[in-house]
């Protein structure tokens, strides 16, 4: 068995490619992007693997359900809602029945996993925990959620810090255990060190989990030399006092992952930094431009089964 931790546009890029060659994957979703919003609650993480993994994504933008359509939005929009989230009229069914199954008192476990099924998914999909997490930004305009930092402010406001509504008071699913637990290997995806990974990994049961079975973990870089490939990464590290560099996101995990996947362009300095760490280090074509490079990744990865 093998499981992803992750969230996000970085991720599924991997999950879908590792999916195609092993049968027993289980996804660890980041929550904390999840949302109120019009009466739905939405989660995005969730809803870009469940779109991956069922080839339904619009891989351009890297989340949502390709050719849709704004429909809903215009109506929303003459009703004078606000319409900064931009939820697609094909995606608006997954909302919509996910948001009724909670009020009926379904787990988002047990509800996603039911999505899962309907889309004949194979992958596993867990939650990383039913309740709410909010990651919350500290700006200059005040504090948001992350989603309203990052796609109604389109990441303008300067960040000043970044904290976790309910994280620690959260309960783990036993479902997110046993994965790590049972894997061969446990690949932490190139997401959002701070937006993506924390909140799952810092959780002190997560946490614990994963130092228990430090030697089979795998940490994909989303960073070469101090950029990030894409996203608001960079923005957050900087305003959690995280070095915006490999060295600095090995500091976040360096407690938990023993081995670390940097680009073949990394800088050799800071590749030393980490195997001074005790980090065990390797070297691929870490960025996923398309099928062949996410496949290729994920054949890298998959290697560590055989060492
Ligand atoms: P975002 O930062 O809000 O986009 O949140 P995500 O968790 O979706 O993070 C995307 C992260 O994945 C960013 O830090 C990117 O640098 C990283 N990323 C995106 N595409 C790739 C890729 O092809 N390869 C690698 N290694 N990292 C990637």
């Known amino acids: 068995m093998i499981t992803v931790i992750g969230g996000g546009t970085g991720s599924i890029k991997l999950v879908r490619a590792i999916a195609k060659r092993v049968q027993d994957l289980q996804v660890i979703s980041n929550v904390a992007d999840n949302i109120w919003l019009m009466g739905l609650y939405i989660c995005p993480d969730i809803d870009t693997m469940v779109y991956g993994l069922s080839g ?21 929009k003459i009703l004078g809602q606000e319409t900064w989230f931009r939820i697609g009229d094909k995606d608006l069914a997954i909302h919509v029945t996910r948001t009724r199954m909670l009020k009926e008192g379904q787990s988002l476990l047990s509800i996603t996993d039911w999505i899962r099924r309907q889309y004949e998914i194979q992958p596993r999909i867990i939650p990383v925990t039913n309740n709410h997490v ?74 614990k989990e994963l130092v228990r079975n430090r030697k089979r973990i795998v940490a994909i870089s989303p960073i070469i030399g101090s950029n990030p490939i894409s996203g608001p990464a960079a923005k ?33 300095e800071t590749i030393g930094k980490l195997e001074k760490a005790g980090l065990y280090v390797s070297k691929t074509e870490i960025i996923m431009k398309d099928n062949r490079d996410e496949l290729n990744l994920a054949d890298f990865v998959l290697g560590f089964l055989k060492k």
């Open 134 to 207: 909010e990651t919350r930004i500290i700006t200059e305009q005040g504090e948001m959620h992350i989603q309203e930092f990052w796609v109604k402010n389109k990441g303008s406001p300067e960040v000043r810090g970044v904290r976790y509504e309910g994280l620690k008071t959260s309960i783990i699913n036993q479902e997110a255990i046993d994965a790590i637990s049972q894997s061969e290997i446990i690949v932490i995806a190139p997401g959002n060190p701070v937006s993506s990974i924390w909140p799952i990994v810092s959780h002190k049961v997560i946490k």
């Open 236 to 268: 957050y590290m900087n305003a959690v006092g995280v070095e915006v560099s490999v060295a600095g996101v090995a500091s976040l995990y360096n407690e938990f992952a023993s081995n670390f996947v940097v680009s073949s362009n990394e800088n050799p």
């Open 56 to 76: 339904q994504l619009d891989i351009g933008k890297g989340w949502g359900i390709k050719e849709e359509s704004y429909n809903f939005l215009e109506q929303l």
